[in-house]
């Protein structure tokens, strides 16, 4: 009887996002969520790999859901593209992400190129109004468009859209810093290293492989930094979650990393307490 209770728990939490009644509770939910204050970024450090500098961090967004506790992206953000919610979704992340960095630079002494990097849909990058939106927000939060960075995963649609051209060159034209995200994933094909305007690409936490001592690991690593270094691209590598990975990253060039080796992504005041403590340090 006990595993028969167990296994509903677990079939009721799996089906749950899945079952048609309850997205569309979670939609009318999405909906308000944001003005209901529901919508919380976390920030996950991103550390240069040579000098262990903090050189900016990464904004993941959370729901704090009054009933069903912190849902992880994977489980609203597909909804809220379905049912047109992601727009002030993302202007709410751009909006927080750069209001929180102008609080820590009022807070702590930044390095001038502290970045802050924020995941943008291919929709997003499609809609006419980012370019406005992003000025908006920069300027009304004085900050440098050098100190943001877009992350960008899934550009099947960045073809033939002029749309997507407008946004890439607008926004480049702007000074705002570029990353295809998921380097290395089915998203993200390699041709888009030459192709898209962008400085930075993030290499996906899939191809970082537990037995990083093994040669052929070693190489495999080291062919794909010097495929993106050819591109005169900046790589970061994400899903560093031990000691060694993170050293023979460094040692093969790669110049910055995140993961839970370094630190998992926190709330703002956790960030604060690393700026502090690396100002001590
Ligand atoms: P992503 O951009 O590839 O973000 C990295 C994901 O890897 C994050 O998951 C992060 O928590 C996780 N991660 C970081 N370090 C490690 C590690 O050492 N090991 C492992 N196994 N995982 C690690 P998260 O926060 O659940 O975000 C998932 C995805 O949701 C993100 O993947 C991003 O594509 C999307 N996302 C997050 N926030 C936003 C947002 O504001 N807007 C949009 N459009 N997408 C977002
Ligand atoms: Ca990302
Ligand atoms: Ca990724
Ligand atoms: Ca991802």
Known sequence: AKNEANASVVLF??????????????????????????????????????????????????????????????EFIDLAEEIGAMAPLAVWVLQTALAQLRRWRETVVLDPRFSVQVNISATQLQRPELLDDVQRILSEEGIEPANLVLEITEYSMVTGNEWDLYSFRGLRQLGVGLAIDDFGTGYSSISYLRTLPVDGV????????????????????????QLVKSCSLAATFEGIETGEQAAMLAALGCDSGQGYYFSRPVPAPGINAALVASLLE
């Open 202 to 225: 993030k290499l996906d936490k899939s191809l970082l492989s537990s037995d990083i001592a093994a040669p052929a690991e070693r190489e495999f690593i080291a062919a794909i930094l």
């Open 13 to 74: 939490s799996r089906d749950l996002l899945n079952s048609r009644q309850v997205r569309s509770v979670l939609a009318a939910e999405l909906q308000a969520a944001i003005s209901n204050d529901e919508m919380v970024l976390y920030y996950q450090p991103v550390v240069a790999l040579k000098t262990g500098e903090l050189v900016g961090v990464e904004a993941l967004v959370r729901w704090q859901h009054p009933r069903r506790g912190l849902l992880m992206p994977d």
